[in-house]
């Protein structure tokens, strides 16, 4: 993207709103006359969590909001490391509402090539970001930028897994030779090991906690289900003892610094 750098800092704007208004429009109509759960609970795959759980989508937005705003002030409007974040951005956002309009209309196995698209853009977020490789700039950036998207991808990374399930659910797999709670188990058991990295590598203590949010909802919802119950609980306590991990290195980080 060569525009002019108020204009990308506008379409990004633009993009973040659109992608919101989006997911209220799928709400509120809806999309294709289903509720964006209801199609959840079409396939009961066992690495699906309690209905409440999703409702981190409102910090996420939130916290879109915030990168929207904060993006476009003065003081960033016209930052070349800022502007690096737009392709990623505006991918992500295009994703976002097309993976709605897949998931309503039961295009299941395409909805997956979507989130996947939606994780690489928010990758390559994150990596321009630099969470854990270098300092933040500025508070702004800490709080309005890198927050935001590590809570956005430690979701979309849960979604992702939680997509793969239903495709291969949808494809008629039930997980032979393994039980399906055996599988949710084991994907549980990746969940927590990227919860350690994040921590260990970049000092994310949020994207943990979403981890953990999310194997507690788990547990909750499964609750039938003794192995995927443990082994929920067992990632939730991972992904929390890593997320405090991180904190503590953070602070001990700053205390030196003093």
């Known amino acids: 993207m060569n525009a002019n750098p108020s204009v990308r800092a506008a379409a990004v704007l633009v993009a973040i709103a ?140 849960v979604a992702t897994i939680a997509n793969a399930s239903i495709v291969l659910y949808h494809l008629g797999w039930r997980g032979a030779p393994l039980s399906e709670a055996a599988w949710a188990a084991i994907v549980l058991a990746v969940a927590a090991v990227l919860a350690l990295v994040m921590a260990r590598r970049h000092g994310d203590a949020a994207y943990g906690l979403v981890i953990a949010w999310a194997a507690y909802g788990i547990a909750v919802k499964q609750a039938d289900a003794a192995t995927v119950v443990y082994a929920a609980w067992a990632t939730a306590a991972v992904a929390l003892g890593a997320a405090v991990w991180a904190i503590a290195a953070a602070s001990r980080s700053r205390s030196h610094a003093l």
């Open 18 to 157: 659109a992608a919101i208004a989006t997911n209220a429009l799928a709400v509120a109509l809806p999309l294709a006359g289903r509720d964006t759960a209801a199609v959840s609970d079409m396939y009961p795959v066992r690495f699906t969590p309690a209905g409440y759980v999703f409702g981190i989508w409102s910090v996420i937005y939130l916290g879109l909001v915030a990168f929207a705003v904060w993006q476009a002030l003065p003081a960033q409007r016209s930052d070349p490391a800022v502007r690096r974040l737009d392709g990623p951005v505006l991918v992500g956002c295009v994703a976002n509402a097309v993976w709605l309009v897949m998931w309503h209309n039961l295009w299941i196995p395409a909805s997956l090539l979507v989130m996947l698209v939606l994780l690489g853009s928010l990758i390559a977020t994150y990596t321009r970001l630099g969470t854990g490789v270098r300092p933040a700039r500025s508070a702004g950036e800490r709080w309005c930028a890198r927050l935001p998207f590590s809570i956005y991808l430690g979701w979309i990374s």
